[in-house]
């Protein structure tokens, strides 16, 4: 027996070790994301750097966009943080090597209930083209970076740190050697972080801080305590002072900080404090000796903790802005402060230019805004798209429509594609406040929508335009209605007006929302101790409701079976039914290994197994960040981590692919994850996908797409998931394997371009060329690799381009054949660039790779919207054909002109007894050709009259680009074209018969070689 073990461990090794894995880009290939957008409702910035020298250059770092970089002034940003955690605090350039140095602290600072978190601080050398983690990886959130203006070697780094535990890694650091090395300088403790570090900018040794205690929890914020204070050094950071001389007594929240740049005794500080009537604006004239208290208007104390930054114009010490819910700003030196103008709200950083004060750039929740006036008016930078959705779905239509809710940007729905790509204007908005989740009807035109803890939840109908609220309300008996502030919405796959929602309860509408049954008992902990929302933020109270704690998050009603439903809470527990809600059993204590109260943040329901479901926990509320991801086959009975080591950040969101159940699609906070073996295996996807938070998926049916809701970079779709399903251990095993695809559809649509202009962003359209997907097991380096598209009979249509790295290849086919031959004129024919297309049928790919041949055999379709009939099709390929070969014999006909023209030349050069005759003759061909083609003139506004080649062409590449039959005005243009075609080769073999023998002998008395390419090799060219 233990011999038999022994061999079945033997064998059970070897099958694991011939397994093949492959990891990331040698797996994905070219399979690339596509983003949407949109830009209209953009993300909350949390930091804006200007260049010291150089105006045009500005830096933004994004909550969960990355960092932006603009060259022109603000008028535009391009984003240059891809490849890393999106989540922003500062951005910082160096003032001795601006053009080279840019250093980024990662983790925002603005510490409301959604942040992400960072993993340390980044260095450039290039501009931002390229970066470098320099460290502190367990920071989680840098709020200041200074840069010694003397020394580039020398950096300050103020960390705040964790958000929602305690951290030893708070307080400020330096470095002395470009950021290989770090020093803790100054620590308070593990509750206090520093959240602003700012130099003097007339002397590099006076450095000011600003510490901050505060702690948030998932159902309290705590802004406040006894370790706030704020710091001087007169000595480069070696040793530190309280400067409080003027401030009140007791406790301190947020101290924000500012020194005035043209007058650094003046400082400016707004403080958060015991007593409501004396926080606000202090100031110091004296560089922090002393402080007045000047103003405590509304705009200056509102969310201490969320809106902190100072900024003074660097010209003027009287004028001061401070960011808040509408930004202020004083002229007067604090006294007296007016909003800015209108923009998004919640302003987190304003910035002027460096040569101009009337021009500024403000940093909101929705995005960047530039000013030209002192910020009376401001305009939106409309091409920055780091919108934070919450939530996604999409409709059952072709092209589908994408359904989601934004931090603070409301809810909205637009198309995944559109004519010319999807501008601002295809959005349409269909909530206000902070949007999450939006839901269509399966079968009627109506969307789902709520804003912020089901204070509102709408139904609308789009055909109407009816709005009507339907959020459930308590009734005689019940308990307050606790609802997330993300609270969990969810239709039935089974009945299409049925509806959940959930509280602390599950609530059911059988009616689209019109009445409510509540179909479970309190499914939640109840823990009175985490109700206490009224008093949540401290020194300030901040009762937003994103405290509401103890509630259901996540509902999933399996697609199998409408009775079982799951339900996931934000205090850790997992419940189901099987009997429609009449008993639940809470399975929670079944998942061994996960910590208790770990926030369930979804539940996806397979379509493999009425038992089947998977349950993802995400800890962060606990300053945890460890993934926790499961699977149930059996009820929740028993649990299986799918989790390797791999995933590198918490999980939000999984999608289970409908077709394999070992294909599953893990959102986490640094981006996508996917797996081809159930979870043995994970790779990071990063083929134009940013490590930006993933808060939640959804898989089209119809077109096998994954579309993600991401925190920071909008709308993300992966275009067609079909090659990753059929990735098995034979697939891998293959030299080369073509994947199955659904069969390629001519799309029959407009070619029109948007109404953006250059400076708006537009989503890109999924590419409408049929896809030729293949994976390659080596990357092919030696020998020939040729693809060709064959039609039934083996005839070659084109060559394409073939993809030769290791793992998935993707080459595209726009369905056209060879463009024709044009002749040459003097100007442009764009006939040349127009290519006859394929009809629908059956087609084949022949690669050749090397020695071997390998062949796939693939379907083309018309558009099936199109009306155009079969005949109709049949006569506009024969007329395209027919006027293709035309082109081509004119231009051959040309190029025997050309030819004969340059050895009539010659010929009259080597012998000047020909010239007379010779001169003749080469002005009988030009004459011929002057009317073939046009030979004078420009190619804009001075060319000339059309000739045959031109009216030839522009006949041509109408009937070739359009589907339908030609018309019988084109028609009738043809036979007048062709009348003409036949009378100018009529012309041109005149003259060429009558003289041809004449040049022919003195070519060869004068021993000049005159051979013509043939028509094929001159058409083959």
Known sequence: MWVACIGILSATNALAQDKIVLKGKELFGDIQARHLG????????????????????????????????????????????????????CVTIDPSKPDQNIWVGTGETWTRNSVSMGDGIYKSTDGGQNWKNMGLPKSDRISSIVVDPKNSDIVWVGVLGALWGDSDERG???????????????????????????????????????FWEFRRTGWSFSSGGTKSALYKSVDGGKTWNKIHTGFPAGQLGRIAIAVAPSNSNILYSVLETEKPELNGLYRSDDAGANWKHLNNDFGLVVRPFYFSRITVDPKNPEIVVKGGLSGSISRDGGKTFKNLGNMHSDIHDIVFDINDSNRMY??????????????????????????????????????????????????????????????????????????????????????????????????????????????????????????????????????????????????????????WTKISPDLTTNDASKYNTEKSGGLSVDNSGAEKHCTIFTIAESPLNEKVIWAGTDDGNVQVTKDGGKTWTNVVANIAGLPKNTWCYHIEASTFGEGTAYAVFEGHAKNDYTPYTYKTTDFGKTWKSIITSDVDGFVRNIQEDFTNENLLFLGTEKGLYITIDGGANWSHFTNKMPSVAVHYMELSTKTNSLVMATHGRGVIILDDITPLRQISQDVLAKDVHFFDLKPAVIEEQSSFGTTATELEFVGNNPSSSAQIIYYLKKRHTLGKMDLEIQDEQGNKIVSLPAGKQKGINVVAWDYNMKNPKIASGKTVSFAGF?????????????????????????????????????????????????????????????????????????????NKGFAKNGTKIKTDFENVKAKMVVTTGDAYVASAEPQLREKLGELYASIASNFTAPSPSQLENKESIMQRFDSEMKDFKTVKTKNEATYLKQAKEQNIPFVLKTFAEFISE
């Not at 909350?44 to 045009?56: C, F, Q, S």
């Not at 470095?175 to 570090?197: A, I, M, Y």
């Open 38 to 89: 949109p830009a209209l409702m953009s993300g909350r910035i949390t930091d804006l750097e200007v260049h010291p020298t150089n105006n045009k250059i500005i830096y933004t770092g994004t909550a969960g966009g990355g960092v932006w970089k603009s060259n022109d002034g603000g008028a535009s940003f391009n984003p240059i943080f891809d490849e890393h955690i999106q989540s922003i605090g």
């Open 834 to 910: 127009t290519s006859p297309r394929v009809q629908e049928g059956n087609y084949k790919v022949v690669m050749t790779k090397g020695k071997d041949t390998y062949t796939h055999t693939f379907k083309v379709l018309n558009d099936p919207k199109s009306s155009i009939s079969a005949a109709d099709r049949g006569k506009q390929k024969e007329t395209t054909r027919e006027l293709f070969n035309k082109n081509e014999e004119l231009a051959y006909a040309v190029y025997e002109i050309d030819e004969t023209v340059k050895l009539l030349d010659q010929l009259i050069a080597k």
């Open 172 to 210: 400020i650091y330096k470095t002395t050697d470009g950021g290989n090395t770090w020093n803790k300088v100054l620590f308070v403790d593990n509750k206090t972080g520093c959240s602003d570090l700012i130099i003097d900018p007339k002397n590099s040794a006076i450095m000011y801080a600003s």
């Open 362 to 515: 403000c940093g909101t929740d929705g995005g960047v805004y530039r000013s030209w006036d002192g910020a009376n008016t401001m305009e939106m930078v409309s091409n920055i798209p780091v919108s934070q959705f919450y939530h996604v779905s999409i409709d059952d239509k072709e092209p589908f429509n994408v359904y989601g809710g934004l931090q603070d940007n409301g809810s909205w729905y637009g198309p995944s594609k559109s004519p010319g790509g999807i501008e601002s204007r295809d959005w349409t908005r269909i909530g206000q406040g902070d949007g999450f989740r939006v839901i269509k009807h399966p079968t009627k035109n109506i969307i789902y929508s709520e804003m912020q803890g089901a204070e509102n939840v709408w139904r609308y109908n789009t055909d109407t335009q009816e709005l009507i609220t339907i959020q459930p309300l308590a009734v005689k008996g019940d308990p307050k209605l606790r609802f997330n502030w993300n609270a969990p919405m969810e239709i039935s796959k089974k009945q299409a007006d049925r509806f959940y929602m959930g509280s602390q309860f599950v609530h059911k509408s059988e009616d689209m929302g019109r009445t």
